[in-house]
């Protein structure tokens, strides 16, 4: 069996058993995992652990999520392809590409992360993989993306003690923002909707875990 044939077999292998098997119904949703190499954004030294139903780490001290979570977060964004979307949390580009797939039918996907050298390989790497229309800014993500906003949907892939101010103001009117909140050792994913009205209103979802959003110089 070559590698490639190897990858897709897991892939499949994982939708089924991680994904479908626990509540994951969105059938685009599975159908972008089903094609998304999440081979192509592990460190080559956990390649082989690509598709273990688990986070692993990457460079600068971050992981990529568990594909559980991704399908869960994607999927709670009730995406239909036309939305302008803010990732916060490139990290290696997995997520992102992800949206990526979900938003081809004319979205836009803009996405930041705090470490310079993970926007740079993950705007690469996204090039590689035919997602070049993605915008990718290396800055704090907790501050969002001003020139841009707002944003029909936020997802913010590292965890904050609270939701950032700035992240729901650049939030439009009907709008989602999905986030984990809570410290290192216990967070829950949570989903603040901005109604029509602009008043917010929060669902929390799951417990969680996820790498610790960096604000401002800290």
């Known amino acids: 069996m070559s590698p490639s044939d190897k990858f897709a077999l897991l892939r499949q292998q994982m939708v089924a058993k991680q994904l479908k098997a626990r509540g ?10 089903l094609s998304v190499p999440r081979e192509r954004f592990v460190q080559q030294r956990h390649i082989d652990q690509a598709y273990t139903d688990a986070a692993l780490q990457i460079d600068c ?12 977060m994607s999927e709670t964004l009730c995406l239909t392809g036309s939305e302008r979307v803010l990732e916060v949390g490139t990290g290696s580009g997995y997520q992102t590409a992800v949206l990526a797939h979900l938003l081809a039918k004319g979205g836009e996907l803009f996405s930041m992360e705090r470490h310079p050298d993970l926007a740079r390989s993950a705007k690469e790497r996204l090039i590689q993989l035919g997602c070049n229309d993605v915008h990718v800014l290396a800055g704090d993500g907790s501050l969002g993306w001003p020139a841009a906003a707002p944003f029909d949907r936020i997802l913010v892939t590292a965890a904050a003690p609270h939701c950032p101010a700035a992240l729901l103001e650049q939030l439009a009117l009907g709008g989602k923002l999905v986030i984990p909140i809570g410290p290192r050792s216990v967070q829950t994913l949570q989903v603040f909707s901005k109604e029509m009205d602009d008043t917010v209103s929060n669902v929390k979802l799951t417990g969680c875990r996820f790498v610790p959003l960096i604000c401002g110089g800290s």
């Open 24 to 33: 994951i119904k969105d059938h685009k949703v599975l159908a972008t995992m």
């Open 61 to 72: 001290e971050q992981t990529i999520s568990q594909p559980l979570m991704v399908a869960l």
